[in-house]
């Protein structure tokens, strides 16, 4: 989705769009799938050169989980705010910006591109290493048996900390 930034009224525009064309490789390496496209919806103003929007987006995607490697989905939802503008400010333009309140996106040939601006912000949207749920166990460390949801039965090699007390008390 562009825009073309004369196409904005004085008034300002709403524009709405799903991005079908964003691929899971184009938001992270943890993404295996996407369940719908990305979505936002934006209110576009000028303010001289520059080009505000704000809004909502909401994205479903399917994670791999960083311990047991299972898919996932999780929505991915939240409000932008930002700031697009020319790589250089026309003469006589003094540009007043709260430059740490409003994400600064630079932009080029006339027009914003509101797709690519969506992508990146998922992109930081997404943890670095998911979890399918925040205790996961992971991957057995014997077999490479999933252990959610029953024990695969192996003795890990490790001392259970559970066990280690016991031992302690026997050492009495
Ligand atoms: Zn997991
Ligand atoms: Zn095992």
Known sequence: ???????????????????????????????????????????????????????????????????????????????????????????????RLAEDELDVIFYQGGEVDLAQALRDELSLALPMAPLCRPDCPGLCPVCGKEQQGGACGCRPKETDPRWAKLAKLEER
């Open 1 to 95: 989705m562009r825009v073309r930034v004369e196409d904005i009224p004085p008034e300002g525009l709403e524009v709405e769009f799903g991005d079908a064309r964003v691929g899971a490789e184009d938001l992270g390496t943890q993404v295996a799938g996407l369940a719908n496209a990305p979505w936002a919806r934006l209110r576009l103003e000028r303010r001289g050169s520059l080009v505000l929007a704000r809004g909502d987006y909401q994205a479903r995607v399917d994670l791999e989980c960083s311990r047991c490697l299972a898919r996932f989905g999780q929505t991915l939802a939240g409000t932008v705010e930002w700031a697009f503008r020319p790589p250089e400010t026309p003469r006589g333009e003094e540009v």
